[in-house]
């Protein structure tokens, strides 16, 4: 999305959605990052008056915006706490697409642009030539698993981060199309770049479960990022490329629902794709409207399409203690905290004790943690101070791309603690079936 | 300006000196519906002393310096002058003792009112003001505007609970007043001016705040009414009858209507009001208030009553008064929360002003509010970029006021004069109110710096 047309588009968007906000300062509670820097700049109130200034003023600082709107771990904790119901999330999203887009147009596009914002009468003729425009600036994306993910992956410095897995999921496993066993039904696999490049042994997880419940299971070849690395960094073009590039590969073959074991892809493609594909053509809309439907966690998935409960343990037998963090893109932007929980509790082996802020951020924000290392950690170390206070021997998540903060922080800190997924836990007392 | 930032950063180290523009621009605006004003420089001090190095050089360089806590207060208190310094006390946060033997507790202006009450709840102690913002506001924030909340009818307000400050003067210079003793008639009651002086007199630094032992039982029900005059003889009669409710809040038709669309709490959709009334204290005499306020609002017409039968039920109950502002504000882009305060016995005079007002400027109006206190909140629901509306909005709020001085009320409850309110003050006083006040401002603050134009204008 660098057209001028798309742009102006974007904009007119999110003046509407700039408006709901009020000011009341109420997002300061609950701002993972706020609460590190106590910076106006770094909570959603500051960000949407800067966006609003932007708005009304015509660009006078769109590259300071954006780096303050790149200070942000699309967490969500704003707006699930927002009085005025502002869709915070969306608003970012489509603003650092406005304002990468923005910034990548040459000197004298930036000024037609900005007289089309002053001057909305012109804005409709300036529609049909901008559309001739499209082209100028889309940056060529090569190879679509590298482009997107490698802004996630490339400078991990010395981190105490895991190491990208020496066999990729992709590579372990072909690709497969059974058929509906017991159960009767059957699942798209979603995997993700994490999982399939850091923590194949997810993947592995979800397969054997489906395969003892009798869920048939489609993972195309091939399969690619879910586009939020590159749509995080207001990159649409990469985003909308991927977008139609998965609905390719999970349109070849019926499934009655799209399952993924990672909370970030499962809140892209339920909330992000259908929020941007409005640019696209009806036929796409269409099929992204289908796919966001059918898409669900794991967790999910298990506990309310195939019926699973916790078992109820006998006496006190020898148990692990095991705690649960929320991810935000599953609790916050979904709403879905009890099936994992439920989960967990279905094996035996563990129990389960709360930590405290259980639902708070963990301080990833996918690309956040690689720009701004420090407050990322600060976040974390609250996560892992709750952690351990927790008494556990294990903690589990949902998303891989918290298993990998989370991972950090108590290895930093010495702790003997394992990550682990929801699905591996499960998946374990398949095992010992 | 150059050697001025260098010795600001002397102060207070590099990283708290704002002066981008684009940081700078967060701080020109609060909660208030006004427009933004830019600073010239934001400074956040860390410590005490720099706090009062940073009041003592604005002093000294003429330089408009406006405090801002959480910037939630809804007059303009902390739109700075344009040009002028804003000054952050969010990173003087600690709370520096809770005295569980003389209860009281002394803390820094930036301790969030929320976290405070919870670290003396963890104690088994009370602090009752509960501004609707307390998850974020500060202490400071809170003394500086003396705010109520939903207790206030019982417990009073932030006011009643200022033992000590302790506020840097103009120059920076420590100045004390009250102490932690129940009685304390040392010198003047600066403590009585500084209160709700929303910056203008002087800076706050370090607060004694008196607490109180915890009330052991509480009991909340909804009373449902089919006519808003009777749900208002009814808060009247509760009174009449000498008990005080800890809260007794009402909510009008149009609320109850948005709080149902927003959260489906079940609340009755064609009740033309509700009260919700909480009562505390020992278990036995919650109880029996309880049942007293129970057959008085059944003697006063209520339809129905519902009493909360255990924590979860008690919790619905506030859950749909909190629920008031969120629902409202949803309903339209603009929210404008007014404030205007009337003797308790004149408030269903003053309900139905509002609604003659809503008719008469064709606006939707939702009310909702502390009856027991006679403060009630209309809240005009509008969309700012309507021109023609904004300037009907803005005239109904006029006709507020002035419906509410009329009948012997007050501009502001809780919520300040600041700047929005403040070319109102003399109709509610008397000129030489205004000029009175002046001259303690012009004594106090010879070169008006401190949050000029705020309260008393300029
Ligand atoms: C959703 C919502 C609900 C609200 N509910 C209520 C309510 O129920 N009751 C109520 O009374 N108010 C309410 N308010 C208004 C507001 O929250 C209160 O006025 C609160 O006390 C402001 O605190 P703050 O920390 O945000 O102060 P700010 O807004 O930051 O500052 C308020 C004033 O205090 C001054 N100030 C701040 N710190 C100092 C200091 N250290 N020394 C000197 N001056 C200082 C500022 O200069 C300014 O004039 C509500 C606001 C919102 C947005
Ligand atoms: S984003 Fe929501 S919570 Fe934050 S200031 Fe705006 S309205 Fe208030
Ligand atoms: S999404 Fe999270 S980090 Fe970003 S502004 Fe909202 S609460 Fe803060």
Redesign the interface.
Same mark, same amino acid.
């Given at each position: 999305m660098s057209d001028m047309k798309h742009l102006a588009i974007l904009i007119k968007d999110l003046e509407d959605q700039l *408006? *709901?906000c009020?000011?009341?300062?109420?997002c300061? %509670?609950v701002c993972p990052v706020f609460a590190e820097t106590?910076?106006? %700049?770094d909570v959603a109130?500051?960000k949407l %008056?800067?966006l609003d200034?932007l708005v009304q003023e015509m660009f006078? $600082?769109p590259k300071? *915006?954006n $780096?303050?709107l790149m200070r942000c771990l699309l967490c969500g904790s704003c707006s699930a706490n927002c009085?005025?119901?502002v869709k915070v999330l969306d608003i970012f999203i489509k603003a650092r697409a406005i304002l990468t887009g923005y910034m990548g147009l040459h000197p004298l596009k930036k000024a037609i642009f900005r007289g089309m914002l002053v001057r909305p009468e012109f804005f409709n003729s300036l529609m049909e030539w901008g559309s001739k425009l499209q082209g100028i600036f889309v940056k060529p994306v090569d190879d679509l698993l590298g482009t997107s993910c490698g802004r996630f992956f490339s400078p991990l410095g010395d981190r105490h981060i895991k190491a990208l897995a020496p066999v990729a999921f992709h590579q372990m496993v072909e690709p497969m199309n059974s058929r509906p066993g017991a159960s009767g039904l059957k699942v798209g696999f979603f995997v993700g770049c994490v999982i399939d490049k850091v923590f194949p042994g997810i993947g592995e997880a979800v397969l054997r479960t489906m395969d003892h419940h009798g869920v048939g299971v489609f993972l195309p070849e091939d399969f690619a990022c879910c586009g939020i690395p590159a749509l995080s960094s207001g990159d649409t073009v990469a985003f909308n490329k991927l977008v139609r590039y998965n609905l390719q590969r999970f349109t070849a073959q019926p499934f009655d629902f799209l399952i993924t074991a990672c909370a970030t892809c499962t809140s892209t493609i339920k909330k992000l794709w259908p929020l941007m594909a409005q640019d696209l053509d009806a036929e796409t809309q269409e099929q992204v409207a289908a796919m966001a439907s059918k898409t669900m966690d794991v967790s999910q998935f298990l506990v309310d399409k195939l019926g699973i409960r916790q078992v109820e343990t006998q006496g006190d037998e020898k148990k692990v203690n095991l705690t649960y963090h929320d991810p935000c893109h599953l609790k916050k932007s979904l709403g879905v905290a009890a099936q994992p929980r439920t989960l967990l509790q279905a094996n035996p082996g563990y129990r389960l004790v709360e930590m405290l802020e259980a639902d708070r951020c963990c301080g990833m924000g996918g690309s956040f943690n690689l720009q701004h290392y420090d407050i990322s950690a600060a976040i974390g170390k609250r996560k892992r101070e709750n952690i351990e206070q927790s008494g556990c021997e294990v903690v589990a998540t949902s998303c891989p791309a918290c298993m990998l903060q989370i991972t950090d922080m108590l290895s930093q800190a010495g702790d003997r603690i394992q990550v682990k997924h929801a699905i591996e836990i499960y998946a374990e007392s398949l095992a010992r079936k | 300006m150059k050697a001025l930032i260098k010795e600001f950063e002397g102060v207070l180290g590099k990283d708290n000196v704002?002066q981008?523009?684009?940081?700078r621009? #967060?701080? !020109?605006?609060? &909660?208030a519906?006004l427009d933004?004003a830019l600073p010239s420089l934001v400074l956040?001090p860390t410590s005490s002393e720099a706090l009062g190095k940073v009041v003592g050089l604005c002093n000294e360089y003429g330089l408009p310096l406006t405090v801002r806590g &959480?910037? #939630?207060n809804l007059s303009g208190g902390t739109i700075p002058k344009a040009g002028g310094v804003v000054v952050?006390t969010?990173?003087l946060n600690r709370i520096i003792e809770i005295n569980e033997e003389d209860l009281y507790a002394v803390v820094e202006p930036g301790v969030?009112t929320?976290k405070f009450a919870a670290a003396v709840e963890a104690k088994g102690l009370f602090y009752p003001p509960d501004p609707g !913002?307390q998850?974020?506001s500060t202490l400071g924030g809170n003394v500086a505007e003396n705010a109520g909340g939903l207790r206030g009818l019982r417990y009073g307000v932030t006011r009643d609970y200022v033992m000590a400050l302790e506020f840097f003067d103009v120059n920076g210079e420590v100045v004390k007043t009250g102490a932690r003793t129940v009685k304390c008639v040392t010198g003047y009651n600066l403590g009585g001016l500084l209160v709700g002086s929303e910056g203008t007199l002087g800076v706050f630094d370090k607060i004694t705040l008196k607490l109180i032992p915890m009330p052991p039982a509480r009991k909340a029900m909804m009373a449902i009414f089919d006519d808003i005059n009777k749900a208002s003889e009814t808060v009247a009669a509760i009174i009449a009858h000498r008990i005080v409710p800890v809260t007794l809040e009402f909510m009008d038709n149009f609320t109850i209507r948005a709080v149902e669309d927003f959260s489906h709490a079940g609340l009755p959709v064609d009740a033309a009001a509700l009260l919700l009334i909480e009562v505390d204290g020992h278990p036995v005499q919650v109880e029996e208030d309880a049942e007293k306020v129970e057959s008085l609002c059944r003697q006063m017409g209520a339809m129905s009553i519902r009493v909360a039968q255990d924590a979860a039920e008690r919790d619905k109950v506030w859950e749909a008064r909190r629920a008031a502002? !969120?629902a409202l504000?949803?309903v339209k882009?603009?929210?404008v929360l007014e404030d205007a305060t009337v003797p308790r016995s004149k408030i269903p005079v003053m309900i139905r002003a509002i609604e003659e007002i809503a008719k008469e400027f064709n606006l939707t109006i939702g009310t909702f509010g502390h009856a027991g206190d006679g403060n009630l909140h209309p809240t005009i629901l509008t969309?700012?970029?309507n021109h023609e509306e904004w300037e009907r909005v803005e005239k109904a709020i006029d006709a507020i006021f002035d419906r509410a001085l009329a009948l012997g009320g007050t501009l502001s409850g809780e919520h300040g004069i600041g700047m929005a309110k403040s070319r109102f003050l003399e109709k509610e006083t008397s000129r030489a109110t205004i000029l009175y006040s002046r001259r303690i401002k012009a004594a106090l603050d010879p070169k008006n710096i401190l949050n000029p134009g705020k309260i008393i204008g300029e």
């Open positions: *408006v *709901v009020m000011r009341c300062g109420m300061q %509670a106590g910076r106006e %700049a109130r500051g %008056a800067l200034g006078k $600082d300071g *915006v $780096d303050r009085p005025s119901g | 704002f981008d523009e684009t940081d621009m #967060t701080y !020109s605006y609060d &909660a519906v933004p956040r &959480a910037g #939630t952050l969010n990173a969030v929320a !913002s998850a974020v502002l !969120s504000s949803r882009p603009t929210t969309d700012r970029r």
